[in-house]
């Protein structure tokens, strides 16, 4: 037997087989139906009120799925003392992440130690609820302590400071980015508390903050708490992912980078107090899109494409307005510029001086960080907007490429 | 050999194959039993009538409804008849009840025993086997441990602590004599090595009832230690001790005589009657200890990871902190105390944990951590505060691994009856 000092997922050695036993009558028919897809292209549906994304797979979960209710993104910083530890730890995850997202009980440990699981989904029978696990890296994990300098993505950086931001370096950054979605918060929560314990000797919490989406409201796109329609622009990424979302091998990226995408995590908060004393009218002009409807302001339905055409439009869209500053002067021009948007909206409760801490955790999944998100950012300083809104937090991460196959495990590529 | 599987199990299950495992195991012992309304296979497991109902199948998942048809509430267990491992422990199952269990095993002859409590007797069911190659993740099973089994851990331990105490009793009659004469730091240097000697005692604290409050009474938070009238022993001896200011050792001015004198005059005054009362509570511990109460059982290994958890919530917190910022030499002791109470536990823990090497490995790996903070051959320990925020939390990630693998001994450790001969 191979020396186990190193090993800290022991908690999860156990197969999932066990868990299968453990599913009730109950469990069997909603499994025993034939998979077919949901809405979402690659979940199969296990009920009526369940859902189940396949672990395994080209990329990870949690990307281009659609965005489940409730979210976790929990920054860790690595504590393993050398590479081989760290490998155990990607395993654990890998093993904890195969089995919380698969649904049903926990590997059963039987009397010789205390559950893997906390119980917060009850069982036998336990809902996957659309559980997705997606783990991305921070450059700080390619430094001098594991030797994966070599193995760095590219485009892979500390998040810089943009001009309108006022980062607190402690809400930023992390060597490990984990990002918890499912149809309810019990089960991220469930999973945010296995995932931790399967790691506690070899990752250290660094940042964490839940978001939310909310349902639409009254149809389309579902609302920040500026009020505003978000995400309506991600139609176009859509069949667009193998330039816009995914990275490849190649060029100036290690081979190991095929399939994954860089994660940008921004913590912005919503000076909310101060946008509800501006007029509905004003916030219309500050972002271009009419509150009620969501629809750009040279048209009538969400859907519209803006035009930005100031010719034959005048300026229906400001030119400081925050969708035309995003998009440039026009979305054919910028295609490679578009990017991938899986926001959460947060609630944090109040600072010391009792204002609400409260906005968005802007997300995006990029191929080319430099190309798509951070062009665009630039674009965007000293864009009215800013007034309202203040980016306090997050990092660039790198979500590693799916595993493909139930030998693979997490990061596998950057240690072969 | 609760690992070897190990290769195995880490198999993935997707879905499809959940369906499959499904189908092939568990669907008929899934259903309900009709009688009790509880998933699985009936199985009587009232006393006599022990194991009646089963009579094997093939190995892999199973799920049971025990029913207890007996007058006397049943400890039930399933056991490998050639090792003598138990895969599940029902306990307390009463009159007239159902319980469903699930697990996996593999193939193999088992039995079920069914205990009626302190006046029952012992039954063992008849033997049944399981057959089939099943490659599956399997229930591991555990050698239990009974009552009987703990009777030479815990006179072990008790002979052992009453041993520590007489050298608690030294070290606090050493602090006494240095307060009197008034030297500040040869009393903190003996108050410091009292501190360490009553850690070590982790596991025997509840032993000591209201005395163990006197000896070691819990700092009020958000009180100020040294003003704070609920603090008494090693706490208020802290609190007063590191609020005196050492003069500097060297000149012999009159001013630095004056304030040698006044740092004596206080300690005489404000820590003697403190130490005096701390002698005689430790006195009347040590002179009754091995009288009325001892460890128990369940005490033994819930001890073995409470220890450390107490210095997660007391220690890493500064809880426990009345004005020495030894936090860490307080840990390291702790970590003394823990491999103290695992000691007399190794013999059980042998045959039983397979981990027991891992847990071994994160005690000392934390021992060594926490021991980067400590000038060698001094009393000098870097205090909380000033380690890095990147320092404290790989002392909170080592700490916590630490308790997680220790919170082990007491789940294995947990006495059950044990079946019939």
Partial sequence: MRPRSFDVSRRGLFGSAVAAAALGGGAVAAFAGEAHAAAGGDATSAGPADTVYPFEGAHQQGIVTPSQAAAAYLALDVEAADGAELVAMFKALTTAARWLTAGGVAPDVGM????????????PSVPADGLTITVSVGASLFDHRYGLAAKRPHRLVMMPAFADDLLDRSICDGDLLIQVCADHQDTVNRALRVLLRETRGSLAARWRQDGFVSPSRPDGAPRNLLGFKDGTANSAVAGHEEELVWTHAGGSEPAWVEGGSYHVVRKIRMLVEF?????????NTLIGRDKASGAPLTGTEESDAPDFNTEYKGEAIALGAHIRLAADSGRSATTGQRMLRRGYNYDAGMDVNGNLDMGLLFTTFNQDLERQFATVQRRLEGESLADYILPVGGGYFFALPGVRGSDDWLGRGMFA | MGFAARGATARTVGVGALVAALGVGVLSAAAADEASGVAGSPVDVGQAACGNGWTGGSAGPLTFALSNSAALVQEVQIQDVASRRIFVDVEDLGVGAARSVTLALPAGTYRFLCMGGADGRAFAGPSWTLTGDYRGATTPGVLPASELDFIKPVDAYSAWTAGQLSRLRGDVSALTTALRRGHLLAARHAWMRAQRQYLLLGAAYDAFGDLGDAIDSPVTPGVAPLTDPHLTGLPKLEAVLWHAKPVPAGPRSRAAKRARARVTAYLRQSAVPVARRL?????????????PVQPSNTDMGL?????????LRFELTGRDDAGAHLTLFDVD??????????????D?????????????????RLARYVDTFHRAGTDTWTPYGRLSIAQQRRLESILSQTVEYLSEIAV???PVQAGPA
């Fill in chain 1, 112 to 123: 010789t130690g205390t559950s893997l699981d906390n119980g917060v989904l009850g069982g």
């Fill in chain 1, 275 to 283: 946008w509800d004393r501006v007029s509905v009218r004003e916030q």
């Fill in chain 2, 279 to 291: 002698l005689a509570d430790v006195t009347k511990v040590a002179a009754t200890f091995d009288n």
């Fill in chain 2, 303 to 311: 001890r073995s990871h409470e220890i450390l958890e107490d210095a």
């Fill in chain 2, 333 to 346: 002791a702790m970590v003394d105390a823990t491999r103290d109470v695992i000691a007399p536990l190794r």
């Fill in chain 2, 348 to 364: 059980l823990l042998a045959e039983r944990d397979p981990d027991l090497a891992v847990t071994d490995a994160w005690l000392d």
């Fill in chain 2, 412 to 414: 294995v450790l947990d």
